[in-house]
């Protein structure tokens, strides 16, 4: 019932929160212009990569020197769509998402420093790690009727959307029982770090049962390499 429920939800959000949906999409328009300029040419985007890969200092200590995370509740960077990072940094900065070390870093950092960042982690690769195959096995059936229509068959979410692929098990379960409980309005406006009106939509009718696969099926989709 939770897969019906969630691919007649999929199918609703085409025509979605129209408002949302197009300030998210020129949004990301926007940021991907940003990406597209330091990727130029070869010889810009090497320097973007090393003017990211200096300045991520402060950001290894929890996501490690080269995206991947150090630990299981923090989510992995490398790999990451550039747009999608820099969108996420954004998010920091201006409030829409909330984290108290997260929003002091982005506040710090110049527009220049979020592009550089966001270009460095997007060429670091995924460690995989080990799930259990039958519980992904389970989650594969789940991921195609309710996030395929926006992160892809793969998880690489392309432009702007969330690359999926390889993500922490632990940070995608935490993650998707948020966004539930915020479309379930069981937080406290002040306990919400972050919201999404397709994601809430998406997760409100997953089990826990449902979550725990998903998140173990996300975590055996390998990334593209950049």
Known sequence: MALLTGLFAALSLIGGP??????GEEERTRLLAHIQEVN?????????????????????YCHGKDGNSLKPDIPNLAGQNPTYLLQQIEKFADGRRKNFVMQTLANDFTMADKVNLAVYFSRQKVKPVSVDPQLAKEGERIYDSVCKICHGLDGHGEEGYARLAGQKPEYVRITLKRFRANAQKKLRPDEVLRSD??????????????????????ATLRPKSR
Request: net charge negative.
């Open 18 to 23: 129209a408002n949302a949906a197009a300030d």
């Open 40 to 60: 130029g040419s070869q010889a810009e985007r090497q320097t973007a990569v090393e003017a990211g890969r200096r300045r991520s200092v402060l950001c290894s």
């Open 197 to 218: 009106a397709r994601m809430e939509q998406m997760t409100q009718h997953l089990s826990d049962k449902d979550i725990e696969a998903l998140a173990a099926y996300i």
